[in-house]
């Protein structure tokens, strides 16, 4: 046998004794957790008294966490190991928060949770109580970057975190649960992006424990051989460490850390040493050992170790049956407490000597605190980068492709903090400027005609929501920066993602020695009303529904209306901190509105009154015309130049809003407008007329308490959708110019009789539009060349 592998020599006798003390240490403190209200080192018998009522967390996998941990402490130790730990099977909550209190850590941060009995017995009683915390490795836990309520992500975060960190080593232990997941499926191509030269490493330990709640795993019953050649297909090489003999289990796994260690180290010489960069075989460990490992054998005549009754608790009646009382006793007694705890309760000094110290403890590790570690972006000056507006309308760009640029030097500027994330879609995306500084990040082979690959590369880009979710949160979680750009309508992919991280924010807002991070940047392009040639399947808005769910201190949406308050915007999201960040923006040829100067006034303001696109004169208007997002302020626009035209004596007042969330009230989020400065804008009792960019209740659900909420009238996106022509996209939701003259004639009082002439103009101008397209299969050139004309221009008055 290869000496690295042996494990008659990796470990001496003492160590052996050392590491089997420290895990039977975490073992009790996991099921203390689970079961104890009082007594909690056992100087008494044990009592129902003593006995939570609520019996909540999950036994089953906590044993392989703790003898992961364990081992992974002494390898830290031995080789003075810059590591952190990514938890997959969150449910295993207990042990992870067992390990960091015996290290230090977690009294260090509670200090009312002291290193003694005391501190213990309030250990035990916070755990999934009232008051205390969950039962998942949360934001609490010193040490955590990973909830893992949810499962399939734990892969993605790790890789995410040892991008830009060559010094660390992410161990990531994936549940056999968790592996059963699409996402988790994904992630394990995620080392095809990871370069040794500059990266960290990450470190798979795929743990297999048989079962999940009440069934069997797949990667647990398959042929093992077929499991070691999944995962050599997807460029690691895996050591298995297998047993339920607790000696054996310790030496093998001991032996296996350190010949994956070394490999990682050698992989890492290699990359490093000048030579070509070359994707490697990473290793990586399958671990075999029984779900509920020392825990109760049988309960109630019925098998529990090694199968799923050992899943969460496995003792469900101590309460009230006795039998059930007394073989938790013998349960907790079986690891001996009185040798690993002194007289106050404290650990034994042999196990205090075997954590790491300081910051090397997992628990500890500045990386996993990322606000401690963050550092400001050095941002090039967006104003530089954007149009000449010398009137309204002019001239046409994209906005995400003026953008481009402006990404391109953050990225220059910033090489080894920012990096720029999406699925398949930066080209698409009009962002391909960025290529002028980096290139995608790229393992695996290469062809003559590829296009911009490189080990090198700075752009993460996977045809997986999931995964480009994944490692941007592993990357702001660990203190960095980045952006993810998509289509709008598939974003909705990572919505339970998006969930989980708005979760963690509000929550860490709340733990005083929780940092903030960088914001979660999306910048959603490809959007709902220019994806005329992909059709329905591509057109839907929803995402900005579902992220307005989330609590008001965390979320932000932004529609700018053009390039350059698109520009001014992404300057101020990149700026941010702690926030999820929504930007909506065009990537087609479109109209810009507003001078630089103006749209970083319109950007801070949030919305607006357009005074060069109003004729109210100061005074109260007849009709307020307001718009949120790109598509709806042009065909807003070309409704009031109609109005202007033919119903020059209407006050129009037009409106556009920029900062979704300022259409709240100040008493529901941060940026809502107070009930005076909505009505000084809206008015208190005249028609709104509101072109949004998506679902038109959105707008009525934020402004429902406002004081003249009957009447607002939103138009929007109502499922309506095919392959068709732009202008004919917004008829079919009626959103467009010709509707919203309508509805202005429809709602404003005394106006219907005296402008009827016209609304029977505008409704033969949308079937006119429409009948251009059905023949000619474009839109008509009055409606498509349409350009906003001052109304000084002497040739409209």
Not at 591 to 617: F, K
């Amino acid at each position: 046998m290869d000496t690295a592998l042996d494990p008659n020599r990796s470990i001496t006798d003492d160590e052996l004794r050392r590491l089997h003390a420290y895990w039977r240490a975490a073992n009790y403190l996991t099921v203390g957790q689970i079961y104890l209200l009082g007594n909690p080192l056992l100087r008494e018998p044990l009592t129902p008294d003593d006995i939570k009522p609520r019996l909540l967390g999950h036994w089953g996998t906590s044993p392989g966490l703790n003898l992961i941990y364990a081992h992974l402490n002494r390898v830290i130790v031995a080789r003075d190991l810059n590591a952190m730990l990514v938890t997959g099977p969150g449910h295993g909550g207990p042990a992870i928060v067992a390990n960091t209190w015996l290290e230090g850590s977690w009294s260090e941060r509670y200090h009312d949770v002291s290193r003694d009995e005391a501190g213990m017995a309030r250990l035990f009683r916070q755990f999934s109580f009232p008051g205390g915390i969950p039962s998942h490795v949360a934001a609490e836990v010193p040490g955590s970057i990973h909830e893992g309520g949810e499962l399939g992500y734990a892969l993605s975060h790790a890789y995410g975190a040892a991008f830009d960190n060559p010094d660390l080593v992410v161990a990531c232990v994936i549940g056999d649960g968790e592996a059963e997941t699409g996402p988790l499926a994904g992630s394990w191509l995620s080392n095809v992006f990871l370069n040794p030269a500059r990266d960290g490493a990450v470190l798979p330990i795929l743990h297999l424990n048989g079962y999940k709640i009440a069934s069997p795993t797949v990667l647990a019953r398959i042929p093992e051989a077929d499991l070691l050649d999944l995962m050599r297909g997807s460029g690691y090489e895996p050591y298995v460490v297998a047993g339920d003999d607790p000696a054996q289990v310790h030496r093998t796994l001991a032996a296996t850390l350190d010949r994956t260690l070394d490999e990682i180290a050698a992989i890492q010489r290699r990359a490093r040493s000048g030579g070509v960069v070359e994707r490697p075989r990473w290793p990586m460990i399958i671990l075999r050992t029984p779900k509920g490992w020392t825990g109760p054998r049988e309960v109630d005549s019925k098998e529990v170790e090694g199968t799923y009754r050992a899943h969460q608790v496995p003792l469900s009646q101590v309460r009230d049956n006795p039998a059930h009382l007394a073989e938790l006793e013998h349960w907790l007694r079986s690891y001996r407490p009185e040798e690993l705890f002194d007289a106050t309760g404290a650990p034994v000094d042999e196990l205090r000597t075997l954590p790491p110290r300081g910051d090397r403890r997992m628990s500890a590790n500045p990386v996993t605190n990322g606000g401690v570690v963050l550092r400001d972006l050095t941002l090039p000056d967006f104003r530089e980068y954007g149009v000449e507006v010398p009137h309204p309308g002019e001239p046409m760009a994209g906005a995400t492709g003026v953008l481009g640029p402006w990404i391109r030097d953050v990225i220059a500027a910033n090489p080894q903090t920012f990096r720029l994330f999406g699925p398949d879609e930066i080209a698409s995306n009009r962002l391909d400027a960025a290529f002028g500084a980096t290139d995608r990040a790229w393992m695996a082979g290469t062809v003559p005609d590829d296009d911009h690959l490189s080990p090198d590369g700075r752009v993460m880009e996977v045809l997986s929501e999931h995964l480009c979710q994944g490692w941007l949160e592993g990357y702001l979680l660990t203190g960095r920066h980045g952006v993810f750009t998509s289509y709008e309508a598939f974003i909705h992919i990572v919505d339970s993602m998006l969930n989980q991280h708005a979760k963690w924010l509000k929550v860490t807002r709340a733990i005083p020695w929780r940092q903030p991070l960088a914001s979660l940047n999306y910048l959603l392009s490809s959007h709902v009303w220019r994806q005329d040639h992909n059709g329905f399947s591509h057109q839907d808005p929803g995402f900005i529904d579902h992220v307005v769910n989330k609590k008001a201190e965390v979320v932000r949406v932004y529609l700018p209306p053009d390039a350059n308050t698109l520009l001014a915007t992404m300057d101020h999201c990149l700026r941010s901190r702690h926030y999820i960040n929504v930007v909506v923006a065009g990537k087609q040829s479109a109209p810009n509105w507003l001078t630089m100067t103006e749209a970083i006034q319109h950007t801070r303001r949030g919305l607006g009154i357009w005074e060069w696109a109003s004729n109210d004169g100061g005074a109260e208007p007849d009709v307020v015309l307001a718009c949120c997002g790109d598509v709806p302020t042009l065909e807003t626009l070309a409704a009031a130049e109609l109005l202007r035209q033919h119903l020059p004596e209407l006050k129009v007042r037009l409106v556009n809003v920029v900062d979704l969330m300022r259409l709240q009230p100040d008493t529901e989020h941060p940026h809502g407008l107070t009930d005076r400065e909505f009505d000084t804008i809206f008015t208190e009792d005249r028609q709104i007329i509101f072109a949004y960019h998506g679902y038109p209740w959105l707008i009525h659900r934020l402004t429902y308490r406002r004081t003249n909420h009957e009447n607002l009238h939103v138009r929007g996106y109502k499922e309506e959708g095919t392959t068709t022509t732009p202008f004919d996209m917004v008829m079919l939701n009626d959103l467009d110019r010709f509707h919203l003259v309508i509805d202005v004639i429809d709602r404003v009082p005394g106006l219907a009789a005296r402008a009827a002439h016209l609304r029977q103009q505008m409704v033969d101008a949308r079937q006119s539009a429409r009948d251009y397209t059905r023949r000619y299969g474009q839109d008509d050139p009055q409606v498509a060349e349409w350009r906003w004309v001052r109304e000084t221009d002497p040739t409209n008055p």
